[in-house]
């Protein structure tokens, strides 16, 4: 899968990287700044934008709203509440591609089970036209990470072509996991996928430390949507 041979994924530590990452905080709360529809971070406009957009997937209860807040910088209530609908978050990630910044936009889509079994719309409206699927699987719960190969494999009937990326929540290698880092390695290497492990608490630290708990997972999707675009091109040109 070769980690990091597109994205540089310390680069958000370097003073380029921390110069930048000055733009994403919120100078009154000590935070990450929420960004509206309409907003985007104040960098220079030759910095490049590319926007993609990921649908989140997975058990009921299994951690994909607060995932989505953890990478966002929105700290997630305690207390477990399904989603209602659809719920649509935009998260910008500033990353180093060789020697270019780009400025990712990842719309993540999410919806509750219970809206999905009710409404036929919602769920054929989060996977149309998305760039990636995103997995999510308890590592307290091994029936959720076994369950991943049958929904990537009824995923990939839909003749769309998302790149995968699966995401192991409440990952705390101090407690005992239901799920083993044995079976975390024979899944990644028959399916080609990298397991991103996230614990979803807020540690309560500084704006800048929670941004690099998290720039690992952002920059590792970030990578996986830019190597699918340029499979895709390459495709495209070799066809014509």
């Known amino acids: 899968m070769n980690l990091g041979s597109i994205v540089s994924l310390d680069w958000q530590r370097s003073a380029e990287g921390e110069?930048?990452?000055?733009?994403?905080?919120?100078?009154?709360?000590?935070?990450?700044?929420?960004?509206?529809?309409?907003?985007?971070?104040?960098?220079?406009s030759s910095i490049e934008e590319v926007s993609y957009k990921l649908h989140i997937t997975g058990r009921s209860?299994?951690?994909?709203?607060?995932?989505?807040?953890?990478?966002?910088?929105?700290k997630c209530p305690s207390t477990y509440t399904e989603t209602a609908g659809i719920q649509k978050t935009n998260i910008f990630w500033p990353a180093k591609i060789?020697?270019?910044?780009?400025?990712f936009k990842l719309h993540f889509w999410d919806a509750g089970d219970n809206s999905i079994k009710r409404f036929s719309h919602i769920l054929p409206a989060c996977k149309d036209k998305a760039d990636a699927i995103v997995y999510v699987f308890s590592f307290l719960d091994n029936n959720t990470f076994a369950e991943l190969p049958q929904q990537m494999n009824r995923m990939s009937q839909t003749g769309e072509n998302p790149?995968?990326?699966?995401?192991?929540?409440?990952?705390?290698?101090?407690?005992?996991?239901?799920v083993s880092s044995a079976d975390v390695k024979e899944f990644e290497l028959k399916w080609q996928v990298p397991v991103l492990k996230i614990d979803n608490t807020w540690s309560g630290s500084r704006s800048d430390s929670e941004v690099h708990e998290v720039a690992l997972l952002l920059n590792v999707i970030c990578e996986r949507l830019w190597m699918r675009d340029q499979d895709y091109l390459l495709k495209q040109g070799l066809t014509r």
């Not at 100078?27 to 220079?44: E, I, M, N, S």
């Not at 209860?61 to 929105?74: D, E, F, H, P, Q």
């Not at 060789?98 to 400025?103: G, R, T, V």
Request: charged content about 20%; aromatic content about 8%; hydrophobic content about 35%.
């Open 163 to 178: 790149t995968n990326i699966v995401i192991g929540t409440r990952y705390n290698p101090t407690n005992k996991l239901d």
């Open 19 to 44: 110069t930048i990452l000055q733009h994403f905080y919120d100078p009154q709360t000590t935070g990450r700044k929420v960004f509206g529809v309409l907003d985007r971070p104040g960098l220079p």
């Open 61 to 74: 209860s299994v951690g994909k709203t607060a995932t989505v807040a953890r990478l966002s910088g929105i």
């Open 98 to 103: 060789w020697d270019k910044i780009i400025l």
